[in-house]
């Protein structure tokens, strides 16, 4: 059976629907992927200020309202496994990244606050973060001669593929990493390693 819905996270009636509509279909929830976001990227004195608060509400309230919301029911249930995409924009600075950077960086931030209280109640709270990635958001923004030049810098000499991500989230995701909680795990062809 599948369920498809769609949903706002920066609106936290959107999200009280989408998880409701969820709980009410399956019973529960035991995983949640946060992984909506935006990259409205400028040179840091140009950025605009509704593009920082955009980013912000979309890429770190919203891993926050929606955590909170599945996670009450996972603590309720003793069992989860929450996965918060992050990027590699929450360990080095990018040019003209600077909301997303932070809003990455808080989502890592987050990430360890969740998993300290509620690992202990049998969710676990974890992190990927990613290189860019080839969707069409990666490809409008770094389809150019930034993005080659990126991937230049990248060890591996390329960008991630989305099964590479989902095969990292899929490990998080599962019985096997229940002793993982509060880590996270770079998808990043080792850009990060400088």
Request: with cysteine; aromatic share 4%; hydrophobic share 45%.
């Amino acid at each position: 059976a599948h369920l498809g819905l769609g949903c706002d996270v920066t609106d936290e009636t959107s999200v009280a629907r989408a998880v409701a509509a969820v709980t009410g279909a399956a019973g529960r929830i035991d995983v949640l992927v946060n992984c909506a976001g935006v990259a409205l990227l400028a040179p840091a004195e140009d950025l605009d200020p509704g593009a920082w608060a955009t980013t912000i509400d979309v890429n770190l309230t919203g891993t926050h309202r929606v955590a909170q919301a599945v996670g009450r029911h996972m603590l309720a249930a003793g069992y989860g496994r929450i996965v918060n995409i992050a990027s590699q924009a929450a360990h080095v600075g990018i040019d003209g990244h600077a909301a997303y950077c932070a809003s990455k960086a808080g989502v890592i931030g987050l990430t360890r606050v969740l998993a300290l209280e509620w690992g202990g109640r049998g969710v676990t709270v974890n992190t990927v973060s990613p290189t860019v990635v080839l969707t069409d958001l990666g490809r409008g923004a770094w389809a150019n001669e930034q993005g080659l030049r990126h991937q230049d810098e990248i060890p591996t000499g390329r960008f991630a593929t989305p099964d590479e991500i989902a095969a990292a989230v899929l490990f998080l995701a599962g019985e096997s990493s229940a002793m993982v909680n509060g880590a996270d795990l770079r998808v990043d062809g080792g850009f990060t390693i400088r």
